[in-house]
């Protein structure tokens, strides 16, 4: 179980920083010159950058992933309300909610683990 729950954050945010990142393909449109649309696929891929570094920072400090990953759901709620379909808010912000519990489940039951090991239980 410490496995699966040690790995399945960091898979399910591995895939969604892919989903994210599929949405910088639509810079490629055909309207403007090959260098311009690179360099906005680029900068379309920032967001996928920094959800990259947050994983890398995460992956050792689950305490990290938990209350950044809890936000970026609340805060993407927050800020693009009433803009989109509810679906919208279930497909962008429900991945980032479970990834941020499983973190902060992750991170609380590690820890509940070294104390026992401490007390001699284990």
């Known amino acids: ?10 898979l399910l945010m591995i895939l ?8 910088a393909l639509d810079s490629f449109n055909g309207d403007n010159t090959y260098f311009k649309e690179v360099g906005a696929f680029f900068i379309h891929l920032i967001p996928s950058a920094i959800l990259a570094l947050l994983l890398i920072i995460a992956w050792r400090h689950e305490w990290v992933g938990a209350i950044v990953f809890l936000f970026l759901a609340i805060g993407y709620i927050v800020m693009a309300w009433d803009k989109f379909p509810v679906s919208v808010y279930f497909i962008i912000s429900g ?6 519990v499983l973190f902060g489940m992750n991170w609380f039951f590690r820890k509940q683990v070294k104390q026992s090991r401490s007390k001699g239980l284990l």
């Open 95 to 100: 991945p980032l909610f479970v990834i941020g």
């Open 16 to 23: 969604f920083i892919g989903f994210i990142s599929l949405f």
């Open 1 to 10: 179980m410490n496995k699966i729950l040690f790995w399945a954050p960091r």
